[in-house]
């Protein structure tokens, strides 16, 4: 059975170079080809017009842009992971919507974080935050790298009974890393302490909760530590909004896992875990859509 690819978006930015790299190796470490692709967003009335006397139309020469882009991107990934079967695409329509259908047939689909701009759009915040809350397949926006690896993975579990989805990704990266699990559950409640007279009060029951969700993550880590037992893992419940928790999860692991559901999808506004995380993670992010 063929194995489904790692795919990868360019634009030519280095952002996205950066990306195909890190899918590179993603690919190379899960023994999966890697396909490039690139979109170009064409308005209607550019599609179709040559130019004259020998001149390129601006058409042309985002086409161009983007064909060379793809050889660049390629270039790269060959350098990166000697032995790896690489392809290219060019898709048509949209971008965002393009890059985002490729994730049907793909296994992972890398974008950078930042693009060229007004011309492809590969920006966090069109392209890339679409691509990230509305594939249906883990979505990795990668950021700067560090030298050396953590060789740690961090996962956000928020609802204990459906992350089945981002657990399996986040233990699979970290066995195939040989690296160690963090998860992460913020208690983010905002009434639970309140104070008095300058003395802090904490609402009756909270304690008792807290030691409830403290044992549930424990068991459910051990759980899953089972499947996996060559992962190191280790679980953390911590006070605060879980995006903030993340991010600063994000500055000591190689890699930051966190799930999507599909009925949330295009709604990671300002506010919730997911729009804090792709804006101000220090690391690459994974978001896993929930089946």
């Known amino acids: 059975m063929a194995v489904m690819p790692v795919v990868a978006a360019t634009d030519g930015s280095e952002e996205s170079i950066r990306a195909v790299e890190w899918a590179a190796r993603e690919a190379d470490l899960r023994g999966a080809p890697l396909r490039i692709v690139s979109a170009v967003g064409l308005l209607p009335r550019m599609i179709g017009r040559p130019g004259g006397a020998g001149f390129d139309t601006v058409a042309d020469v985002i086409v161009k842009d983007r064909d060379r882009a793809l050889a660049a991107a390629a ?12 392809d290219t695409d060019r898709l048509t329509g949209p971008p965002a919507q393009a890059v985002t ?17 007004a011309f492809t759009a590969m920006v966090l915040g069109s392209v890339s935050r679409y691509v990230a809350t509305h594939a249906g397949c883990p979505v990795a926006v990668v950021r700067d790298e560090t030298p050396v690896p953590y060789r740690q993975v961090g996962v956000g579990v928020g609802d204990l009974h459906h992350c089945a989805d981002a657990l399996t990704f986040a233990f699979e ?3 195939l890393r040989e690296a160690s ?12 302490d309140i104070s008095r007279a300058g003395q802090a ?14 044992f549930e993550l424990a068991e459910l ?4 530590q089972a499947k996996y037992p060559d992962v190191p893992v ?3 419940l911590v006070h605060g909004h879980p995006g903030r928790a993340l991010v600063g999860l994000s500055a000591r692991a190689d890699l930051v ?10 709604l990671a506004g300002p506010g919730t875990a997911t729009h804090a995380v792709l804006n101000h993670a220090h690391g690459t992010v994974v978001t896993v859509p929930s089946t």
């Open 221 to 224: 880590l051990d759980s899953w």
């Open 173 to 175: 990266e970290a066995s």
């Open 101 to 117: 259908q490729c994730g049907s047939g793909a296994q992972l689909l890398v974008v950078g974080s930042r693009g060229t701009g």
């Open 181 to 192: 699990l963090v998860a992460i559950h913020a208690w983010h409640t905002p009434q639970s």
């Open 75 to 86: 270039t790269r990934a060959t350098e990166t992971a000697l032995d790896l079967l690489i």
């Open 234 to 236: 280790s679980c953390d």
């Open 201 to 214: 009060f904490t609402a009756p029951g909270v304690p008792a909760v807290e030691a409830e969700v403290t």
């Open 257 to 266: 896992v966190i799930g999507r559901h599909a009925r949330h999808a295009g």
